[in-house]
């Protein structure tokens, strides 16, 4: 089975930092998906941004990256020029890429990330 | 842009009670999934479906839950005989073709407290 692991609860930053948001992964699989979810306070989550394990480049999306490293099977955010509107739940998830049934997601704890002014 | 939306926010209820928790998809998606997060816990998926039928459950998924479609926009949740353990929040979310490229889209999800 699939785990997701977020080793840090919470984090915070300076506004106008970068911080850096960690995951690791364990599959057995080959094709799988990455993404990181936001979570605002009483909000719903949002797709942050998306990493396919077949693409050896990093997703970026303005300022939101990815340091993707499948062979030591980790999946860090980093948010750069931080701003107050990033304060939020993180989570990282996973998602297979083939095989029968749906494609649900497992998600780690989350990391509660602080912006400071 | 558009939304998932579920309801109640927030819902009490007594431990044997049954409870109902409503999920309205974004209105072209066509699969349909429940997750849950306990307190201090992840998020945890809870069933799938499509076409009118459960795609695939996961262990949690017992005979105590059930989902249905019951009209064109509704996606319910039912726990028939409430416990303790089954406080959590309840997340619905929707993706247009539960691919695995597709973005599923979550709504702000139901805190159910069992009393």
């Known amino acids: 089975a699939q785990t997701v692991t977020q080793s840090q609860p919470e984090m915070s930053v300076q506004e106008a930092e970068t911080v850096t948001l960690s995951c690791t992964y364990d599959?057995?699989?080959?094709?799988?998906?990455l993404f990181w979810y936001k979570q605002p306070p009483s909000r719903q989550m949002i797709l942050v941004i998306r990493q396919e394990a077949y693409k050896q480049q990093n997703a970026t999306e303005n300022r939101f990256s990815v340091n993707f490293q499948k062979a030591a099977k980790s999946f860090s955010l980093k948010i750069s020029d931080s701003q107050l509107g990033d304060a939020a739940m993180y989570f990282c998830?996973?998602?297979?890429?083939?095989?029968?049934?749906?494609?649900?997601?497992?998600f780690g704890k989350g990391t509660k990330l602080s912006v400071i002014p | 842009e558009p939304e998932v939306t579920q309801t109640p926010s927030h819902q009490v209820t007594q431990m044997g009670q049954e409870v109902i928790l409503r999920c309205v998809p974004i209105?072209?998606?066509?699969?349909f999934y429940w997750y849950r997060q306990i307190l201090g816990q992840k998020v945890e998926f809870l069933v799938s479906f499509y076409n009118n039928e459960i795609s695939e459950k996961s262990e949690i998924f017992d005979d105590q839950f059930s989902v249905e479609r019951p009209d064109g926009s509704n996606f319910t949740l039912k726990i028939r005989s409430t416990k303790l353990e089954d406080s959590a929040m309840y997340f619905c979310a929707s993706s247009e073709t539960g691919l695995p490229t597709d973005t599923q889209y979550f709504g702000p999800g139901t805190r159910l407290t069992v009393l």
């Open positions: 209105s072209n998606h066509l699969y």
């Open positions: 599959t057995s699989e080959s094709d799988y998906y």
């Open positions: 998830a996973y998602r297979r890429g083939t095989g029968a049934g749906s494609y649900q997601l497992t």
